[in-house]
């Protein structure tokens, strides 16, 4: 208990600095194939919904992730873990994914804030 008192100040002063901070990476998209399965946090795959996936990121975190490219910005909320594929950080539904026009090109270059 002593250590988790000791943790909480600290980690309470570096949070606002990094929900503020804009991270860069790779995302993919991911859809048919998984559609109606369990997702990581037990909820069913909506390839349609407005949601994506990060390997560590809390479930429940919501992200506001912007296409490099074309600069449209879609916010989502973390339901599953992934990708599992290197230099990728997200892999969003496919409705996140269009609404961020990278359903062709399949993998983009984006930005991603806390919210």
Known sequence: MKKLLYVLPILCSILPAQASAIFRTNASWYGPGFHGNLTANGERYDQHGITAAHKTLPFGTRLKVCNEINDLCVDVRINDR?????????????????????????????????L
Do not use: C, H, Q
């Open 82 to 114: 992934g990708p599992y594929i290197a230099g990728r950080g997200l892999d969003l539904s496919r409705g996140a994914a269009e609404a961020i026009g990278m359903i062709d090109p399949g993998v983009v270059p984006v930005t991603f804030e806390f």
